[in-house]
């Protein structure tokens, strides 16, 4: 694991970004895993201002969201796949034909199967990105959670409910949600998770110094061979 400290979030959304960028440049074709929640987003203004300055085009990247709820429909505000529209895919020029999503009102079995075999099929994740939930869960892999492979369907617990909630303003927040199992993260060529804030230091410090559990499932990144950990110093403040 390589952790990087870094003074704010706008300096974490440039490295992450500058990473990414090359990437692209190299790679153009190349297969990119975005995440949800706050801490991306300064990843994902960067990528927009690189764009809109013409320094790099994702005409032709093919993406992977980690996760989506259920109970909602695809197009409803607080979808996942909203906020990927909001915060990233709306603003570039990526191919909608080439942005996956789990579908979290699909059967689970038969939508397990799709995803895999369509991230098989792309030639694998080059660049995941991963925030940390409070409690050390990655995407919607819950503490406890098996270490499996393909996608699922969770029962969200407390503390995430806890911590999700604020964006339901109309709705009940839903209790489930299909997530890419911790086996296909764990193939990402490359990870890069960002955590930032008090709130993440104790999840942050078990990640990194704890042992390898399910019940702190970022613990499972300790065994990737390239996995960077973006952290500013209040997320950094127990290590
Ligand atoms: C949700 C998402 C995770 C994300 C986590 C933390 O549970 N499913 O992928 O990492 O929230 O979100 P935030 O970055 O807003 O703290």
């Known amino acids: 694991m390589e952790i990087r400290v870094y003074r704010n979030e706008k300096e974490i959304g ?68 909203t906020f990927m529209q909001e915060n990233l895919f709306g603003k570039i020029d990526v191919n909608p034909e080439k942005i996956n999503f789990l579908d979290g009102n699909a059967d689970e079995a038969t939508e397990s199967k799709r995803y895999a ?16 939930g409070r409690n050390g869960h990655i995407a919607f892999n819950e503490p406890g959670a098996e270490f499996t492979d393909e996608a699922w369907k969770v029962t969200l617990t407390q503390s995430t409910i806890d911590a999700n909630s604020k964006y339901f303003d109309d709705i009940p927040m839903p209790r489930h949600a299909m997530t890419m199992g911790i086996g296909s993260i764990m193939k990402s060529k490359k990870i890069i998770l960002i955590a930032t804030g008090n709130a993440k230091a104790e999840a942050v410090k078990n990640m990194i110094n ?27 403040n127990l290590l």
Not at 61 to 80: A, R, V, W
Not at 119 to 130: A, F, P, V, Y
Not at 210 to 219: D, E, F, I, K, N
């Open 117 to 132: 075999r369509a991230i098989e099929e792309s030639g694998g994740i080059d660049i995941q990105i991963l925030g940390i």
């Open 14 to 81: 440039e490295a992450a970004g500058k990473i990414i960028c090359s990437l692209v440049n190299e790679k153009p074709d190349c297969v990119l895993g975005f995440a949800t929640g706050a801490s991306p987003v300064p990843v994902y203004e960067y990528l927009t201002e690189q764009y809109n300055e013409g320094k790099v085009s994702f005409k032709d990247i093919t993406t992977f969201n980690l996760d989506e709820y259920c109970e909602l429909p695809k197009n409803h505000k607080n979808s996942y796949y």
């Open 210 to 236: 704890g042992p390898v559990t399910p019940l702190c499932p970022a613990s499972i990144l300790q065994q990737h061979k390239d996995v960077i950990i973006m952290l500013d110093e209040a997320a950094a």
